[in-house]
Nanobody, 127 residues
Framework: QVQLVESGGGLVQAGGSLRLSCAAS????????MGWFRQAPGKEREFVAA???????YYADSVKGRFTISRDNAKSTAYLQMDSLEPDDTAVYYC?????????????????????WGQGTQVTVSS
């Protein structure tokens, strides 16, 4: 059993920065792929970024070069550093964990691949 809690969301002007945190409890954090997704009103939940247990990263094209995903296994915490924020980044951001220990792949990019989810944190970017 894994529980995830996001924090760090808020209101920021375009061009500003926010750092989201995802604190995990339970077994197996070091072995999980950690991901960030976001969902804007009226839209499907979309992939943002993922990081494997060995720090391999992958980003959606829409955030590449602006967002940075990282993890601190000693603190059982994943992070999403968001720079150069745009109004289109406004959404509820969700942290997720995927158990890929028995999988060929080490990164997951679809919601169906993830086993655990946080409650979400609101990010609003004003123009």
């Amino acid at each position: 059993q894994v529980q995830l809690v996001e924090s760090g969301g808020g209101l920021v002007q375009a061009g500003g920065s926010l750092r989201l945190s995802c604190a995990a409890s339970g077994r197996g954090f070091d072995d999980y792929c950690m991901g960030w997704f976001r969902q804007a009103p009226g839209k499907e939940r979309e992939f943002v970024a993922a990081i494997s247990w060995s720090d391999i990263t992958y980003y959606a094209d829409s955030v590449k070069g602006r967002f940075t995903i990282s993890r601190d296994n000693a603190k059982s915490t994943a992070y999403l550093q968001m720079d150069s924020l745009e109004p289109d980044d406004t959404a509820v951001y969700y942290c997720a964990a995927a158990n890929l220990r028995s999988s060929i792949v080490v990164l997951a990019t679809t919601p169906e691949d993830y086993d655990y989810w946080g409650q979400g944190t609101q990010v609003t970017v004003s123009s």
